[in-house]
């Protein structure tokens, strides 16, 4: 495996996890698990900027990785929009942004200094102080007493339209994430499985081909036959 990733995590409440990456002199594919958030990726080779953004995955996919090319990537936290380009208008899809001649990123009309694995707190505050970046409730946000209570459905809709994703989905994809991470970490699938309400043998393994592209044996360290996005670990109750 030539592809090498790190990752941290941020000192803001808009971003999830930071990330850059290398890959080698090799063409290669790599496996992207499935993905509650939209992800702002910048990629560098031979000189030459790209940046886009990356939205929320139903399913594991493959994806093509050239060779000699550096990453960075930010997963924001669920439920943070960026005004131009809501989640919800890219779910299993790709938008990318324009860039300037000398290297900046154009978000809503205006030139940014692209980012560092270093600086992405400082990228993300100018963003939010310009209004391009929001993180609205996901729940039932405060009324006045006199105001009648949303519906469920209402508030299926407002959280869809700021995730792009139903909350059964939101859950379903934690929860295999976490299932993921658990195996790779060497737990039994009857421990992982009855932790996280899978019922069985057959229904975890669904959730991790559909949602992880692996079975539990190829999570298992050194097991895995190609590449694949990190795993990340989700709160004690996945989906919450």
């Not at 990629?43 to 996919?61: I, Y």
Request: net charge positive; hydrophobic share 35%; glycine share 10%.
């Amino acid at each position: 495996m030539t592809l090498e990733f790190e990752h941290r995590g941020a000192d803001s409440a808009f971003v999830d996890r930071v990330w850059r990456g290398r890959s080698g002199g090799a063409e290669e594919t790599m496996v992207s698990a499935a993905r509650t958030c939209w992800h702002l990726i910048v990629s560098r080779k031979d000189g030459k900027l790209l940046a886009g953004l990356r939205g929320p995955e139903l399913r594991a996919t493959t994806a093509p990785v050239p060779p000699g090319t550096e990453y960075l990537g930010v997963r924001f936290a669920l439920g943070t929009v960026l005004r131009p380009n809501p989640a919800a208008l890219i779910v299993d899809g790709y938008e990318p942004l324009p860039v300037t001649g000398s290297g900046r990123i154009i978000i809503g009309g205006e030139d940014w200094e692209t980012p560092t694995y270093e600086n992405v707190e400082q990228f993300v505050a100018r963003l939010r102080d310009a209004g391009l970046l929001t993180r609205p409730r996901l729940g039932d946000e405060h009324r006045e007493a006199r105001e009648e209570a949303p519906t469920a459905r209402t508030l299926q809709r407002r959280y869809r339209a700021l995730t792009g994703l139903s909350r059964t989905a939101v859950r379903q994809i934690d929860r295999a994430n976490a299932a993921a991470t658990m195996l790779h970490a060497g737990r039994d699938w009857r421990a992982v499985a009855g932790d996280l309400g899978y019922f069985d043998q057959a229904h975890l393994g669904h959730a991790l081909r559909r949602y992880i592209g692996r079975t539990a044996s190829e999570l298992r360290v050194g097991e895995t036959p190609e590449p694949m996005s990190f795993l990340y670990k989700t709160a004690s109750s996945p989906g919450s």
